[in-house]
């Protein structure tokens, strides 16, 4: 069965850095862009970024763009999000989540991790 | 940005009676239309596509229906693993996507 697995979260001060990273397990990584996803405490579901199936397509949400870099590499079956320069709104749980369509980039998604936290606080 | 509201805020159901979640779009999204599921300490879980397309391992009892800007999540003969909060999400307006703010279903 498909698996998401996050990693890297934690405590940061703001303006400092933090790379997030997804495992995943399953499926055929390559063939499906992924996503990641975030929820700050006590809001809604916020989408942060894709990147396509062959890594080359990449989108961001106004609120991270400039400042956060979604990647992946396909020979390891992993996704990441660098994410510098962060505020304190960047607190959240941000989960990774696996595009619904292959082959393309639907933007509605079928499976999500578990996420992991991240707080950026002085 | 498309704006996706959803109501009511908190719906409290009996268990085996039904559900009737509602979301609306600020403009027409067609049928791109998601809705999930999400449990305290879990991930979400998707249940709905495309307006009205039951997500792999779905039971019957989720149902979605509506296109343009209105649309319905019901679940029929609730289960206590059903109560949670339900988030409905435009795919339409790629790659500015949106959720709704969510709806609690709970136990009446």
């Known amino acids: 069965q498909v698996q998401l697995v996050e990693s890297g979260g934690g405590v940061v001060q703001p303006g400092r850095s933090l790379r997030l990273s997804c495992a995943a397990s399953g499926f055929i990584f390559s063939n499906y862009g992924m996503h990641w996803v975030r929820q700050a405490p006590g809001k809604g579901l916020e989408w942060v970024a894709v990147v396509a199936s062959d890594g080359r397509d990449k989108h961001y949400a106004d609120s991270v763009k400039g400042r956060f870099t979604i990647s992946r590499d396909n020979s390891q079956n992993t996704v990441h999000l660098q994410m510098n320069s962060l505020r304190a709104e960047d607190t959240a749980v941000y989960h990774c989540?696996?595009?619904?369509?292959?082959?393309?980039?639907?933007?509605?998604?079928?499976?999500w991790g578990q996420g992991t936290l991240v707080t950026v606080s002085s | 940005e498309i704006v996706m509201t959803q109501s009511p805020a908190t719906l409290s159901v009996s268990p085996g009676e039904r559900a009737t979640l509602s979301c609306r779009a600020s403009?027409?999204?067609?049928?791109?239309l998601a809705w999930y599921q999400r449990k305290p300490g879990q991930a979400p879980r998707l249940l709905i596509y495309g307006g009205s397309t039951r997500a792999s391992g779905i039971p019957a009892r989720f149902s979605g229906s509506g296109s343009g800007t209105e649309f319905t999540l019901t679940i029929s003969n609730l289960q206590s693993e059903d109560f949670a909060v339900y988030y409905c999400?435009?795919?339409?307006?790629?790659?500015?996507?949106?959720f709704g703010q969510g709806t609690r279903l709970e136990i009446k």
């Open positions: 999400q435009q795919y339409y307006n790629r790659p500015s996507i949106t």
């Open positions: 403009q027409s999204v067609r049928s791109n």
């Open positions: 989540a696996k595009d619904g369509d292959i082959g393309g980039a639907d933007y509605y998604f079928d499976n």
